[in-house]
Nanobody, 117 residues
Framework: QVRIAESGGDLVQPGGSLRLSCAASAIIFTFYDVAWYRQTPGKQRELVAS??????TYQDSVKGRFTMSRDDAKNMVYLEMNSLNSEDTAVYYC????????????WGQGTLVTVSE
């Protein structure tokens, strides 16, 4: 059974940093594109960063502040977040999607990031 689990969410002050982790099990990670999304109450889930065969891309609002990385050997994905501000407050979700069979798409349960004094 495929399991996706995020961790690392916390309360952090403006200007601070956090590192989110995403662990995937029961899949061959190399065959999957991976992405981080976030969602706040009343808003649609938005794409923050994605890692595909074409490289890594970021939402404009996080460029230069967030860095996404992946370790396929460990089935892990990370999101390093710096210079956090209140607008980064959200539940962050990890998404994995099989490149050849996109119907095989999985989500984690999310991890809460709160940026506040």
């Amino acid at each position: 059974q495929v399991r996706i689990a995020e961790s690392g969410g916390d309360l952090v002050q403006p200007g601070g940093s956090l590192r989110l982790s995403c662990a995937a099990s029961a899949i061959i990670f190399t065959f999957y594109d991976v992405a981080w999304y976030r969602q706040t109450p009343g808003k649609q889930r938005e794409l923050v960063a994605s890692s595909t065969s074409g490289g890594t891309t970021y939402q404009d609002s996080v460029k230069g502040r967030f860095t996404m990385s992946r370790d396929d050997a460990k089935n892990m994905v990370y999101l390093e977040m710096n210079s956090l501000n209140s607008e980064d407050t959200a539940v962050y979700y990890c998404n994995v999607k099989n490149r050849a069979r996109p119907q095989y798409e999985y989500w984690g349960q999310g991890t809460l990031v709160t940026v506040s004094e």
